[in-house]
């Protein structure tokens, strides 16, 4: 079976015509670990005391033939065996054990089920040859599976019908409020709508007043708000946000790869827009940076409007010296902060507010 999307996967669960063996990978850690959970459910059911083998990576080296043993060995009380390997990489494997594992793929066991996850390792199926056998023995022989963040529509309306489930209703505006608050990692998000409905209770309506009062801001989200005030010349609100920052005891230094990677999308967007005439063509460039999320680079694009294409050369610019000094630790990090964001309101025509 060959490389299935997440439609196909939650097909094969509910009717429970497994593959014989799944590779599962991409950015959204959440879908990744539901979707395991699933498989695993329906791959050894109430038999998983006896026929689910676990092997992490992360935790303790694993042979490839510990790994071979499970997944050849019969299940005990008949049905199927389950063996999950998480966060593997071929490059810490001979290409002997490359090889071995790769037959695991083309040539299954009907009483096995092979779940291959990357968790806490990036999967890398482009970088080497071991990488790229594993990745062609699994598309080929198994099921590959990228699961990968969603777009903010579709987590909008997941959060809706989330809402439903638990007896609430969550507004359209509030869900897209949501989103832009919060960010688009599932787990927070979940959290964050749990929150929400214990809070209006059930039959209660969750407005936008309700999502801004309880729900958490990403550092994303307020880096983002950040260089909005900036680029608006907003001096005072600029200062505030950062100052809400450093209140929140944020790291100077995640503070600045905020705000360096919300000027590096506007300055992709830009080049997108001159060249290709769509800001969201630069995604075409980028694809892991803006898979699904090609609103950011819309979003960037109309944020930068009133900056030249020089000046956003100058803040990438003011931002790399900024990254050196943080990295130097010669000088006070909020200083060197807040002196950069005085230079980007300079750059941004704003130094007068």
């Known amino acids: 079976m060959p490389r299935i999307d997440e439609k196909e996967l939650k097909h094969q669960i509910k009717t429970g015509l497994l593959a014989d063996g799944y590779l599962i990978y991409g950015?959204?850690?959440?879908?990744?670990?539901?979707?395991?959970?699933?498989?695993?459910?329906?791959?050894?059911?109430?038999?998983?005391?006896?026929?689910?083998?676990?092997?992490?990576?992360?935790?303790?080296?694993?042979?490839?033939?510990?790994?071979?043993?499970?997944?050849?060995?019969?299940?005990?009380?008949?049905?199927?065996?389950?063996?999950?390997?998480?966060?593997?990489?071929?490059?810490?494997?001979?290409?002997?054990?490359?090889?071995?594992?790769?037959?695991?793929?083309?040539?299954?066991?009907?009483?096995?089920?092979?779940?291959?996850?990357?968790?806490?390792?990036?999967?890398?199926?482009?970088?080497?040859?071991?990488?790229?056998?594993?990745?062609?023995?699994?598309?080929?022989?198994?099921?590959?599976?990228?699961?990968?963040?969603?777009?903010?529509?579709?987590?909008?309306?997941?959060?809706?019908?989330?809402?439903?489930?638990?007896?609430?209703?969550?507004?359209?505006?509030?869900?897209?409020?949501?989103?832009?608050?919060?960010?688009?990692?599932?787990?927070?998000?979940?959290?964050?709508?749990?929150?929400?409905?214990?809070?209006?209770?059930?039959?209660?309506?969750?407005?936008?007043?309700?999502i801004e009062e309880l729900c958490i801001h990403s550092l994303d989200s307020t880096a983002f708000d950040l260089v909005r005030a900036i680029t608006a010349r907003d001096c005072t609100r600029a200062y505030r946000l950062l100052n809400e920052l450093f209140i929140q005891r944020v790291e100077p230094i995640m503070i600045h790869g905020a705000l360096t990677a919300a000027y590096v999308d506007m300055y992709r967007a830009r080049v997108a827009s001159e060249s290709a005439g769509d800001p969201a063509a630069a995604a075409q460039i980028f694809p892991a940076a803006y898979r699904n999320r090609e609103f950011r680079l819309r979003n960037a694009a109309r944020d930068a409007r009133s900056i030249s294409t020089r000046a956003l050369r100058s803040c990438l610019d003011c931002l790399d010296e900024a990254d050196r000094l943080l990295k130097g630790g010669g000088a006070e990090p909020r200083i060197i902060l807040e002196e950069t964001v005085v230079r980007l309101l300079r750059l941004s025509g704003g130094e007068n507010g």
């Open 27 to 210: 950015n959204e850690p959440y879908l990744k670990a539901h979707y395991v959970q699933q498989l695993i459910r329906a791959a050894v059911g109430s038999s998983a005391d006896f026929n689910l083998h676990t092997f992490d990576a992360q935790e303790n080296p694993i042979s490839p033939e510990d790994i071979y043993m499970a997944a050849r060995s019969c299940p005990m009380l008949g049905g199927k065996s389950c063996v999950v390997v998480r966060d593997l990489s071929p490059d810490t494997l001979s290409d002997a054990g490359v090889e071995m594992i790769a037959e695991l793929f083309e040539q299954p066991s009907a009483s096995c089920v092979l779940i291959f996850v990357y968790d806490r390792t990036e999967a890398a199926p482009k970088k080497n040859n071991r990488w790229k056998k594993l990745f062609s023995a699994a598309e080929k022989a198994g099921a590959l599976v990228q699961l990968d963040r969603l777009t903010a529509r579709s987590l909008e309306s997941m959060m809706i019908s989330g809402a439903r489930r638990r007896g609430c209703e969550l507004q359209q505006q509030a869900a897209a409020r949501l989103v832009s608050q919060a960010g688009d990692d599932l787990n927070l998000l979940i959290n964050e709508l749990e929150k929400c409905c214990a809070y209006v209770g059930e039959g209660g309506i969750i407005t936008v007043p309700v």
